[in-house]
């Protein structure tokens, strides 16, 4: 079994393998802008989870993943190659959904913007549905004659 410092040292090597194999040996013209944003490897080594985006609309995002379906043979012997581990990991691809989420936290973001500067513009114009200071105040002791008090019984 393997330590979590192994299996993020052999993740960073395969994101860089990958990516350069991306940009420089795999020629599929289906492969559009694909950027590998992470790699994931599993506690034993065996498993390796690539995320990658892809600059483009959602037909570059479909050819882009087959190309690197079609790639990941090619991609996994170089992986073996270049990593030296006994056992070569699987490799899958799964498309990143960092930049989507980025873009609906961002439009959200707006949209809070935006009602926080209608509401600033409401509280500007507001004004006080009653007195300006609505709590009592205790009576200034000079209305009340202290002669008044000891006449009660």
């Given at each position: 079994?393997?330590?979590?410092p192994r299996a993020?040292?052999l993740a960073?090597?395969i994101?860089?393998?990958?990516?350069?194999?991306l940009?420089?040996?795999?020629?599929d013209?289906?492969?559009?802008f694909?950027?590998?944003t992470?790699?994931?490897v599993t506690g034993?080594?065996?498993?390796?989870t690539?995320?990658?985006t892809?600059?483009?609309?959602?037909?570059?995002?479909s050819s882009?993943a087959a190309?690197l379906?079609?790639?990941?043979?090619i991609?996994?012997?170089?992986?073996g190659?270049?990593?030296?581990?006994?056992?070569?990991?699987?490799?899958?691809f799964?498309?990143?959904?960092v930049?989507?989420?980025a873009?609906n936290l961002?439009?959200?973001?707006?949209?809070?913007?935006?009602?926080?500067?209608e509401?600033a513009?409401l509280?500007a114009?507001?004004t006080?549905?009653?007195?300006?200071?609505p709590?009592?105040?205790p009576?200034?002791e000079?209305?009340?004659d202290p002669?008044?008090?000891?006449a009660?019984?």
């Amino acid at each position: 079994m393997a330590d979590a410092p192994r299996a993020r040292k052999l993740a960073e090597r395969i994101q860089q393998i990958v990516a350069r194999m991306l940009d420089t040996r795999i020629k599929d013209p289906r492969l559009g802008f694909v950027t590998v944003t992470d790699v994931r490897v599993t506690g034993d080594l065996q498993n390796a989870t690539i995320f990658y985006t892809v600059l483009g609309d959602e037909e570059a995002r479909s050819s882009s993943a087959a190309a690197l379906a079609s790639a990941k043979g090619i991609i996994r012997s170089e992986v073996g190659k270049q990593t030296g581990v006994r056992l070569t990991p699987t490799i899958e691809f799964v498309l990143d959904a960092v930049p989507e989420t980025a873009a609906n936290l961002e439009e959200a973001l707006r949209a809070a913007a935006e009602r926080d500067a209608e509401v600033a513009q409401l509280a500007a114009r507001a004004t006080y549905a009653g007195d300006a200071d609505p709590y009592r105040r205790p009576a200034e002791e000079d209305d009340q004659d202290p002669a008044d008090d000891d006449a009660r019984p």
